[in-house]
């Protein structure tokens, strides 16, 4: 049906000609409009059509004599479009309340505390620190040092863009190495010289040359890095206090807090060697190794989204420890975490969580649970039994 005879049907209802089948159809359209529309007629608008309803329903009731079988199918459908009218503005208007409540409710109630975002520091040779720019995503390393948009950061004939800005003034040649370090409710990205990839996790350090050598490529990290090696005939290394990763060409991801004694590394593609002082152990994808202290190493199989949703932005917790959970969100929230009672650490939580949704997202599903609640005193978060 197009527009034209769209018109002359609408014309039909309101001279009172139309045919039940008519009617239906129009009611049809009507309903389908109202479904694709954001806002709804205003009450006025509402009103007018009612009494333009009742009128076609009185006109059809009044002119049908005897006949009021022959016409009841039509004003009956009169009825039954303006009763949509009413309920359909009535829904409409219950659903605006409460979501103007709910912003209202949001909008006074408990302190929230933000998500992490991109905020690193790099270091060069000459302790020379530069802060990143918030507002790029990583940087690459090539004949200088750029952001991924191009812009620089330093340039290989001396000029330091970000850095002239705080006082710097870089002389000389590149510094050999570099250190990204992140802080908590930090994260950066890098592309190293060779075309790997670094997603730096919060609160974490990692050191690497500006130009790998012919023989090997070795990264330094502390904290939690999820890498993309680019595939060379040099071995890739990633180096740790506990141990270290040696691949060829692979994805994976390494977290070695030293705050929690354990180096875990998860594989996602390709084949890896991961070395302690005590024992290697080969791994294919789908597999997690975990190290302690004393050099022992643990291999089981994993779905690697537990480990590597933070790279994709979410959080996969499965039966995991409310303490480790806790520990993880803490970096990257930048919040302080107490236990008001000491059982609450060890309950086990299933879900997902949103990265860059506030902390409170998550702390009303843990409230549900009905073993937990909380309370946020400025960047200090409270946990205790329900």
């Not at 009825?79 to 409460?98: M, P, Q």
């Amino acid at each position: 049906m197009d527009k034209k005879e769209a018109q002359a049907l609408y014309q039909k209802y309101v001279n009172g000609t139309c045919s039940p089948e008519e009617i239906a159809l129009l009611e049809i359209a009507f309903l389908h409009y109202l479904r694709g529309r954001k806002d709804m007629p205003s009450e006025r608008q509402i009103q007018d059509a009612g009494r333009q309803m009742k009128q076609v329903i009185y006109n059809h009731v009044a002119q049908s004599d005897g006949g009021r079988k022959r016409h009841w199918y039509r004003w009956a459908a009169a009825a039954v479009l303006v009763l949509a009218l009413g309920v359909g503005y009535g829904l409409w208007k219950i659903e605006e309340r409460r979501q103007a409540g709910n912003m209202i409710a949001q909008s006074s109630a408990e302190p929230d505390i933000s998500p992490g975002g991109k905020r690193a520091t790099l270091t060069l040779e000459d302790g020379q620190t530069i802060e990143l720019s918030a507002d790029q995503t990583g940087i690459v390393i090539d004949d200088g040092i750029t952001y991924t948009d191009g812009s620089d950061v330093v340039n290989a004939g001396n000029t330091d863009v970000d850095s002239a800005k705080q006082g710097f003034h870089f002389q000389g040649a590149m510094a050999s190495h570099l250190v990204l370090q992140t802080p908590k409710g930090g994260e950066y990205h890098v592309i190293l010289q060779d075309g790997t990839e670094i997603w730096l996790n919060a609160e974490s350090t990692l050191r690497y040359p500006l130009e790998f050598d012919r023989k090997d490529r070795v990264v330094q990290l502390s904290g939690e890095a999820y890498f993309e090696v680019d595939h060379d005939e040099r071995p890739f290394a990633v180096v740790t206090d506990l141990g270290e990763v040696n691949v060829y060409g692979t994805a994976f991801n390494v977290k070695a807090y030293p705050d929690e004694y354990l180096v875990q590394t998860t594989l996602v593609t390709g084949k890896v060697a991961f070395a302690t002082m005590r024992m290697t152990v080969m791994m294919n994808p789908g597999e997690l190794a975990v190290a302690d202290a004393s050099g022992h190493v643990e291999k089981r199989k994993t779905d690697p989204n537990r480990q590597i949703g933070w790279r994709n932005g979410r959080y996969v917790f499965r039966e995991r420890r409310l303490e480790d959970i806790m520990r993880e969100l803490a970096r990257w929230y930048d919040v302080e975490v107490y236990y008001q009672d000491e059982h609450v650490k060890d309950i086990a939580f299933t879900g997902d969580l949103l990265r860059y949704d506030s902390i409170t997202a998550f702390l009303r599903l843990l409230q549900r649970t009905g073993e937990v609640s909380y309370r946020i005193e400025g960047m200090q978060l409270i946990l205790f039994s329900k």
